[in-house]
């Protein structure tokens, strides 16, 4: 029998999607709240950064201390969110902005991007089979996109708001910001629905990683340093800046841009998935990836919002499908009793270079160009796609090594 139990993958799916509604609405009315304030866009990604920071921090003592303790450290973690958002709402200048968001792990990405994820992420594969793995970590990806997508259009509550009661903008942010520490509030309550077999004793951090796996963790951060600092000139909070600035649309506009962009998302983890089983884990990593950075450079070379957009939602058709895939791999090809540690590591790593991505991206727009940050992102995650070909193409999860008696490519490190 797999443990944990089902049901606890159930409320991990649900804890994942509410969180992401949140992440959802964070991505755009961070912008709109310091647009209404009448801040500098320097402290939009002042603000980015320091969120990252934070959840980078909270991941890297996940990893040496949450597997005895999951449910609490999901509380906890749901708690700071909630609170964080809420300082954000009333937070009187910009310096309170900048503690709310390091300390509440703020979310500006406009993507799941927290502590809890960590978590949740190494809980998962102890629910499923090999070959049931990247199917469920896919089911996981999708929902959260599906409340990342709602989370965005909700986004629009501040427009909504303002016209049903003449309040002014920051009023009406300031709304829109509770409702999303409401949505973070409900994760506090229901790790504890969960049943104690997602616990796990953990080995002495010196004997955590075998040599092999220890080396794989190399050469993955590596790689992902590059690839998330890429990300980080991408932010939900930067594409919401982008369209509004050059395009000059309306809030609605960029809501539905974005909702539909998170919808593409969610379709395209089921579609990785199954590619995936065809063409193994890192072809569909790889393969996927390269397209969509094409795609993102030509969002800043046309002057027409509609088809700024189209290319935009070609590009978010493609540019997701690496995630569930390459959390299935990183699961794979470690020991279970390592994957916490992997995952939050990997995570740490992750973070640190989206907020250098974040801050060097307020620098590139405000130097160089609007267009700038997207260019950037992409000359760095085709590297990255290259790399990762180049190091991993043979080393296989379990479910993609040939049946016996057939000559084997290099075996992963844990089952």
């Not at 999607?17 to 709109?32: P, Q």
């Not at 009448?38 to 002042?46: I, V």
């Not at 509550?157 to 049903?164: E, F, M, T, V, W």
Request: charged share 10%.
């Amino acid at each position: 029998m797999l443990a944990p139990v089902t049901s606890d993958r159930s409320l991990l799916y649900a804890s994942s999607l509410l969180r992401s509604l949140a992440i959802g609405m964070l991505g755009v009315l961070i912008a709109l709240h310091v647009i209404a304030h009448h801040w500098s866009n320097g402290l939009l990604f002042a603000i980015v950064g320091a969120g990252l920071a934070g959840g980078g921090l909270a991941s890297g003592l996940a990893a040496f201390t949450a597997d005895h303790a999951r449910r609490a450290w999901l509380s906890a973690l749901s708690a700071l969110s909630a609170a964080g958002v809420v300082v954000c709402a009333f937070g009187p200048g910009e310096g309170w902005m900048l503690v709310a968001a390091f300390v509440g792990m703020l979310n500006g990405m406009g993507k799941d991007r927290s502590a809890q994820q960590v978590i949740e992420t190494a809980i998962l594969p102890a629910t499923a089979s090999a070959s049931e793995r990247t199917f469920v970590i896919a089911r996981y990806t999708m929902l959260q996109d599906i409340g990342l997508a709602v989370g965005t259009l909700a986004a629009g509550l501040p427009a909504l708001l303002g016209d049903a009661s003449s309040a002014d903008g920051a009023a009406a942010t300031t709304a829109a910001l509770l409702i999303a520490a409401a949505l973070l509030g409900i994760g506090v309550v229901l790790p504890w629905f969960m049943t104690s077999a997602i616990e796990t004793p953990r080995p002495p951090v010196a004997m955590r990683l075998a040599p092999e796996s220890r080396r794989v963790l190399v050469r993955l951060c590596a790689l992902f340093s590059l690839d998330s600092i890429g990300g980080g000139f991408i932010t939900g909070a930067l594409v919401t800046y982008f369209f509004i600035t050059q395009y000059a649309q309306p809030e609605w506009i960029i809501g539905a841009l974005l909702f539909t962009a998170r919808c593409a998302n969610a379709v395209s983890h089921l579609g990785a998935a199954w590619l995936a089983k065809r063409i193994g884990l890192v072809n569909t990593m790889v393969f996927t990836h390269i397209p969509s950075s094409l795609l993102l450079v030509t969002v800043g070379f046309t002057g027409s919002f509609w088809i700024a957009a189209i290319l935009y939602l070609m590009r978010e058709s493609l540019v997701e499908m690496d995630v569930p895939t390459r959390q299935s791999y990183v699961m794979a090809v470690v020991r279970p009793e390592e994957r916490t540690f992997v995952s939050a590591v990997t995570s740490l790593v992750r973070l640190g270079g989206w907020a250098i991505g974040a801050l060097a991206a307020g620098l590139a727009m405000r130097h160089v160009g609007l267009a700038a940050p997207l260019i950037a992102c992409a000359v760095m995650k085709i590297t990255y796609d290259v790399l990762l070909y180049a190091s991993f193409r043979h080393l296989k999860p379990p479910e993609e090594l040939p049946a016996p008696g057939v000559t084997s490519a290099p075996a992963r490190p844990g089952a």
